[in-house]
């Protein structure tokens, strides 16, 4: 890995990417696999769907209240120990939570779960808002939509894995050993970054001068820690407060088709759990694709015409269609044309991953990590907001209602990008960039 031959294949900055990529992925498994479980847990434990939306519903509170604080957090402490602490309290959630059932029962057992999924949330909290700050140091401009892209894709493919997996080993295992065996993988990975990952590419034993090189003035350019002065700065950014609105409107789509698409085949569309479990892997998929895609055009664009209209093009394009395509679901004739619709649409969601983090990161700069905090917390608040409505509409059947707010939602978070400049930037402590910086000095 760290030979001369190595260097020239790969950059150390792509073995950190690969962490960066599967610690989303691992912490969207964890969190989904509640609600795949579900299916079994409601039943055997007379657990209304209604309280199983509590429980998401904890989790998704947790998760926003903490993503400002945890992203000023790793701008204090570092990203190396902030992704240690990840996984290591993520952990002891997901065991908690298959566990839980051996000591308590009825009510108690129910408010355990709740607290369980309330800590697990706590514990994603840093995972967006520090990992765009990995990339904000580690990639060069050029590469911020793509980074960003191909690291959604990562809680896609989880999604994608988490049905299939859950349903699969619970047949062998039950859903109690299912859960357990989810935890297994979190424990290597969080021992390999503490071990591998740095904070900085100039920290890393590994990263030759030509990397450095490679990443311009990003390398040299001055990071002091975070005062409270500059984090006040951040939160009260116009630009920064109007990507956020925009994102909150997304995200209401993206928690829709991340926590509800199992139950509402099995539900509305009276399919089986394991036919349930193929289909509802089967947009995850699409939307790791579209997270791949949007990101390397949000890149192109932004190089040719500017971070302002570069990267607004995506988003305004893809986001009304992604309103459509919900409503199509909803009146496709069977359950297979309605899985091609959705996963159409999670693929137009997360086509926009890259263009909402690269252009926070181009406002906000050496303060990513703050502002992915400002960023995220909006955007959760979708879930916030979405997740009892969502649990509401559909224990009273309506599916449509659900699916229709979605719609409404999309076609705002596309008008609020017409109001967004990415080329201005939060006041920083270090120079103005040079003309023509978006271009970039350096290689993927």
Known sequence: MTSTIGHARLRIRWWIFVF????????YTQRTSISVAGERIMPLFHISQMQLATMMWAYTVAYTVLQIPAGALGERIGARTTFVL??????????????????????ALFVAWVLIQAMLGASHAPVSPVGAGVFEAWFPVNRWGIVNGLGSSGPDLGMALTPP?????????????????????????TALWGWYGRNAPSEHPSVTPQELAELGSLASE??????????????????????????????YE??????????YLAQERHVN??????????PPIGAAVGAWLGGGLADRLATRHGARWGYRVVPLVTLPLVGILLLLAM????????VIALTFAFAGVESNE????????????????????????????????????????????????AFAIGTAFSFVAAALWLLVNADEQVEAPTAALPAGYLLGDGRG
């Open 331 to 338: 009146r496709a004739p069977n359950p297979y044309i309605a």
């Open 254 to 263: 993206l928690y829709l088709l991340m926590n509800w698409c199992f139950l």
């Open 86 to 107: 990840v996984g290591a309290i993520s952990f002891v959630a997901t065991i908690a939570t298959p566990l839980l059932p051996v000591l308590l029962s009825g009510t």
């Open 165 to 189: 997996l859950i349903v699969g080993l619970a047949v062998s295992f039950g859903w109690q050993g299912a859960l357990l065996w989810v935890a297994v993988p979190t424990v290597l990975l």
């Open 20 to 27: 960066m990529f599967l610690f989303p992925m691992l912490t």
């Open 273 to 282: 759990v394991l036919q349930g479990s193929a289909l509802a892997a089967i």
């Open 354 to 401: 890259g263009s909402y983090w690269a252009a926070n990161m181009s406002i906000a700069r050496a303060d990513t990590m703050a502002a992915g905090g400002v960023l995220n917390t909006w955007g959760n608040l979708g879930g916030v907001v979405g997740i009892p409505i969502v649990g509401w509409l559909t224990s009273h059947g309506n599916w449509y209602g």
């Open 222 to 251: 001055p990071k002091p820690p975070l005062t409270l002065q500059r984090f006040m700065r951040v939160l009260a950014n116009r630009n920064v407060l109007l990507l956020s609105g925009s994102y909150l409107c997304m995200n």
